[in-house]
């Protein structure tokens, strides 16, 4: 079984500060790991995604994650968070050795960025 | 390119009235098909997946049904909606279930059931 934990129902910052949105995940294999955003009413939009390889990963928007093995960990951060990144952003991961390919999803956290 | 279409985008029925949403994709061929749920603006629960025409595979047991009956065609329906049936519905679709293909949103259907 597959899990996702954002520890944070909302993550407040000021615009221009380092933004960090945090994940943990269990899996029984290797994961594939995701993040996504959702703005108000609309559908969920893809950011960014870690297959293997480098643990940093670079995304849409500024955005950039890292895959800490030990830690289970697939952090979100921006270095200087605009307003207009104020979003709902969900993590989630699926299983490699999962044939169907089901992703599961974190609760979400709220991402306020205030002038 | 490929696309997600799904509607209505809004809908509001009466309790007891039935459900229909639609969803296809355009740009490609046999690909994995999704039915989410977001409750409160929320979480995700997915309702049903797709691997095929005809194949449903059902996640959680509740008021709703999927069929696909076209490749591309995915509908979520209910025959009786209950209150509790109320929610942002969300399709996606996927290349496949190999490798680490993104999953692609549709824009969501919000039904609220009065």
């Known amino acids: 079984a597959q899990s996702v934990a954002q520890p944070e129902d909302q993550v407040n910052v000021a615009e221009g500060n380092p933004l960090t949105v945090k994940c943990t995940y269990s899996?029984?294999?290797?994961?594939?790991l995701f993040w996504y955003v959702q703005y108000p009413n609309r559908g969920l939009q893809f950011l960014l995604k870690?297959?293997?390889?480098?643990?940093l990963v670079k995304g849409s928007y500024g955005f950039e994650a890292e895959f800490n093995k030990s830690q289970t960990s697939f952090h979100l951060k921006k270095p200087s968070a605009l307003v207009s990144d104020s979003a709902l952003y969900f993590c989630?991961?699926?299983?490699?050795?999962?044939?169907?390919?089901?992703?599961?999803f974190g609760a979400g956290t709220q991402v306020v960025v205030t002038p | 390119s490929q696309t997600i279409h799904q509607w209505p985008a809004t809908l509001v029925q009466p309790v007891g009235s039935p459900l229909s949403l639609e969803c296809t994709v355009e740009?490609?061929?046999?690909?994995?098909l999704y039915w989410y749920r977001q409750a409160a603006g929320r979480g995700l629960q997915l309702l049903f997946y797709?691997?095929?025409?005809?194949?449903i595979s059902s996640e959680v047991p509740q008021n709703l049904s999927a069929s696909r009956p076209q490749d591309r065609q995915f509908i979520l329906s209910s025959k009786k909606l209950l209150l509790s049936d109320s929610g942002f519905y969300l399709c996606?679709?996927?290349?496949?279930?190999?490798?680490?293909?993104?999953?692609?949103f549709g824009a969501g259907s919000r039904l609220t059931v009065l």
């Open positions: 996606a679709w996927s290349p496949g279930f190999t490798g680490a293909n993104v999953l692609t």
């Open positions: 899996v029984s294999g290797n994961p594939y």
């Open positions: 870690y297959i293997t390889g480098d643990n």
């Open positions: 989630a991961v699926r299983d490699i050795t999962d044939s169907w390919g089901k992703f599961q």
């Open positions: 740009g490609t061929s046999n690909p994995n």
């Open positions: 797709s691997v095929g025409i005809g194949q």
